[in-house]
């Protein structure tokens, strides 16, 4: 595709649900990132894919966060349980090789946990 | 542990004036550095990426500094207009390790 594209753009979860946010990178890009904002901050490292390998997950908060990209192509991040500090905006970045060049960001997910 | 310090209080100038904006880094030693520019509800947009080797890099009316000795960064947009208005995050990073670490970003508003 043209750009990074998440879905959903928003989503409202109650306490104790589990959600999934989609991220379908650039076309032909090796690395994809996820990062976690929270407002007035910078984003913060989550995890990192080269093709299908998940080759740096030590930013996850807990084991409440999953995240996944099996073909090496659209990636996935699960939150299971979800609680009210989980509310954030969930960015996904692609870069076109292994070497960490120019990030690719999408418009993010903006989760809000009630 | 890698600590990355940006102007916290945001940045007020008139337009046509040059905008700088600091990133200090801390306990790291990045190859490279990249600054990004992100407005309220999108995601960051790529500017400048600078090695270790290089001193200095423009781009338009964008300047990018990067001193190893100091640990110290600069961005500086000249001639600055209103649509320069923006977060602007930098991002030093270690090669190795395949992952940007962001600042928290420093808010620009130019004046009319």
């Known amino acids: 595709g043209a750009g990074v594209s998440q879905s959903p753009r928003y989503k409202v979860a109650k306490r104790g649900q589990d959600v999934a946010l989609r991220c379908d990178p650039i076309s032909g890009h090796v690395s994809l990132f996820w990062y976690q904002q929270a407002l007035g901050q910078g984003p913060e490292f989550l995890t990192y894919f080269q093709n299908e390998a998940q080759l740096d997950k030590s930013g996850l908060p807990s084991d409440r966060f999953f995240a996944e990209r099996p073909e090496g192509s659209v990636s996935t991040l699960k939150i299971q349980r979800t609680q009210q500090e989980d509310s954030a905006v969930y960015l996904c970045?692609?870069?076109?090789?292994?070497?960490?060049?120019?990030?690719?960001f999408g418009e993010g997910s903006r989760l809000t946990v009630l | 542990s890698q600590k990355i310090e940006q102007n916290s209080e945001a940045l007020n100038i008139q337009e046509g004036k040059t905008a700088t904006l600091t990133c200090n880094y801390t306990n790291y030693s990045p190859a490279y550095l990249q600054w990004y520019r992100q407005d309220p509800g999108r995601g960051p947009v790529f500017l400048l990426l600078?090695?270790?080797?290089?001193k200095e890099k423009r781009k338009e009316r964008l300047k990018v500094t990067f001193d190893t000795t100091l640990k110290q960064s600069l961005f500086h947009i000249t001639a600055s207009q209103p649509a320069d208005s923006a977060t602007y995050l930098c991002a030093p990073t270690n090669g190795a390790t395949n992952k940007l670490i962001f600042g928290t970003g420093t808010l620009l508003a130019v004046q009319p």
């Open positions: 970045a692609s870069s076109r090789d292994r070497n960490t060049g120019e990030l690719f």
């Open positions: 600078i090695r270790e080797n290089e």
